[in-house]
T-cell receptor, first 113, second 116 residues
Framework: AQSVTQLDSHVSVSEGTPVLLRCNYS??????LFWYVQHPNKGLQLLLK??????LVKGINGFEAEFKKSETSFHLTKPSAHMSDAAEYFC???????????FGTGTRLTIIP | GAGVSQSPRYKVAKRGQDVALRCDPI?????LFWYQQALGQGPEFLTY????????KSGLPSDRFFAERPEGSVSTLKIQRTQQEDSAVYLC??????????????FGPGTRLTVL
């Protein structure tokens, strides 16, 4: 079985400071990992994905994530937060050979002006 | 190009009514997925199609839920005799091919179902 745990349900940072959203995963086989963002009243948008290539993955809007197999982690980071980053972020896992996505419970990111 | 579209965007149903939710995937996408997102939760997998074949329906919560994709394009999720616990946002996603498991799933805006 596959699962993800998002360690923080809510993160608040000041504009211009770094963002860290934490995610740990569990998967029986070599997983694919994703971060999706959900803005209010908008659809889920893919930020970035890891598919067993480079362990440091760069995504859109300055976000990146590092796959650490020894720690079973896939934390999302951004050097400098922008007001437009305020949204709900989901860490997602997909086991190899399995098409369905398994989502975490989400982290709500608030940006303080 | 056009993304995944869903209709209606909002649906209010009285308990016991049947509802039908429509999904138009990205043109040419082989795979189509349905997810259910309860308030304050992450989306949960319901079912998956590759063309017109329903390959996985393990996430459907009861036999009141039924999905179809008869021509391998548009899909409909039907919920019979709706219950209050069916209230959620229903998300549809599509991806280009049926594997390998690296394809990106593109999501629609969802249908918010409220059962009174």
């Amino acid at each position: 079985a596959q699962s993800v745990t998002q360690l923080d349900s809510h993160v608040s940072v000041s504009e211009g400071t770094p963002v860290l959203l934490r995610c740990n995963y569990s998967s029986s086989y070599s997983p694919s990992l994703f971060w999706y963002v959900q803005h209010p009243n908008k659809g889920l948008q893919l930020l970035l994905k890891y598919t067993s290539a480079a362990t440091l993955v760069k995504g859109i809007n300055g976000f990146e994530a590092e796959f650490k197999k020894s720690e079973t982690s896939f934390h999302l980071t951004k050097p400098s937060a922008h007001m437009s980053d305020a949204a709900e972020y989901f860490c997602v896992v997909r086991a190899f050979g399995n098409e369905k996505l398994t989502f975490g419970t989400g982290t709500r990111l608030t940006i303080i002006p | 190009g056009a993304g995944v579209s869903q209709s209606p965007r909002y649906k209010v149903a009285k308990r016991g009514q049947d509802v039908a939710l429509r999904c138009d995937p990205i043109s040419g996408h082989v795979s189509l997925f349905w997810y259910q997102q309860a308030l304050g939760q992450g989306p949960e997998f319901l079912t998956y199609f590759q063309n017109e074949a329903q390959l996985d329906k393990s996430g459907l919560p009861s036999d009141r839920f039924f999905a179809e994709r008869p021509e391998g394009s548009v899909s409909t999720l039907k919920i019979q005799r709706t219950q209050q616990e069916d209230s959620a946002v229903y998300l549809c996603a599509s991806s280009l091919s049926g594997g390998p498991s690296t394809d990106t799933q593109y999501f629609g805006p969802g249908t918010r179902l409220t059962v009174l």
